[in-house]
């Protein structure tokens, strides 16, 4: 008796003109040859061991929230325009001045240097002050640089337990774990928050296990585009990054191997085909792609930051 059918729609994400480069495929799919060598476990088609249709997630004690998750996205709500900016109301009492930061449940704003410091208007006129050799100006420390912040869904310091992204899926389907064996697609308006807090403009994003293919973000205007680059979005990263692990790879890239890394990437190529049975001849006429050069690691756990900057991450996959 067969299994029933589990419809699972797929996440519609905008054109965006910073995917513009991950969009064009190899003329030719690369298929490795039938035979390696003499052992059979070496071919791209044996049949190996199936991997798990889900990472083990188990009883996850976040219940289902519908609302969106909370993350500072662009005041107007538009796509490219930028926010004008706001006139400031000055500060009237003798503290810091306001963080920037938007407090949300998340992103906490971070602790000032600074106190609240009474005025003289309460103290009488007969009080002593003792005059201090001193200039009467504080000398303010040097200012910190601003926090950096990743989306929850990008974070691999702390990785979300409920967001579920498998970039050798056939298809574009990030998912949301809502309890009880069940997923649902993140939402669009999920998909629109920005990716970083403060926003960025471009990125570079490395991955140790395919350190010759990063993936470079820079916004490429087209027609019907803004010339001002918006902030870079969660969907814009998270589809970069799928979009670049479905690109196929060449004979150039697969005669740089080794015979073990061959052998390593075959049967990581096999294994990804037979997830899908329905599909398994049409995935490998497809060809062997950057994906399987993670060696089965296809589950996203987010970026870490990779240096001193902002814009430039590393991938984590397990």
């Known amino acids: 008796m067969s299994a029933p059918y589990v419809y699972a729609p797929q996440v519609n994400y905008r054109n965006s003109p910073y995917l513009a480069p991950f969009y064009t495929q190899q003329n030719s799919p690369f298929i490795p040859e039938l035979s390696l060598n003499n052992s059979p476990y070496a071919s791209p088609y044996a049949r190996a061991a199936s991997l798990p249709p889900s990472p083990n997630l188990g009883n996850s004690p976040l219940p289902y929230i519908p609302s969106n998750v909370p993350f500072p996205s662009s005041p107007d709500g538009s796509l490219f325009a930028p926010n004008p900016w706001p006139r400031e109301r000055r500060v009237s ?54 926090q950096f912040f990743l989306h929850p869904f990008l974070n691999a310091e702390n990785p979300r337990s409920d967001f579920i992204f498998d ?104 294994k990804r085909c037979q997830r899908m049975p329905s599909a398994e001849m049409i995935m490998l006429n497809q060809g062997v792609k950057q994906v399987d050069y993670l060696l089965g690691k296809i589950w996203f756990k987010g970026l870490l930051r990779a240096g001193d900057g ?6 984590v996959v397990a």
């Open 310 to 315: 902002f814009e430039v991450l590393k991938m």
């Open 93 to 146: 009492w003798n503290g810091a001045a306001p963080s920037t930061i938007q407090n949300t449940a998340w992103l906490q704003a971070p602790s000032s240097g600074y106190y609240h410091q009474r005025t003289r208007s309460d103290v009488g006129y007969n009080s002593y002050h003792p005059t201090s050799p001193y200039a009467p100006y504080m000398q303010l420390p040097p200012a910190q640089p601003p």
């Open 167 to 270: 970039v050798s899926a056939p298809e574009f389907l990030p998912m949301r774990y809502i309890g009880n064996n069940q997923t649902l697609p993140i939402t669009a308006d999920e998909l629109n928050q920005v990716a970083t807090h403060p926003p960025i403009y471009s990125l570079h994003i490395i991955c140790d296990l395919i350190p010759n293919w990063p993936i470079d973000m820079n916004y490429n205007p087209t027609n019907g585009y803004s010339p001002i680059a918006p902030p870079i979005k969660l969907g814009d990263v998270l589809s970069a990054i799928w979009n670049s692990m479905q690109m196929r790879i060449s004979q150039v890239h697969w005669a740089s191997l080794t015979p073990q890394q061959q052998h390593m990437v075959s049967r990581a190529y096999t």
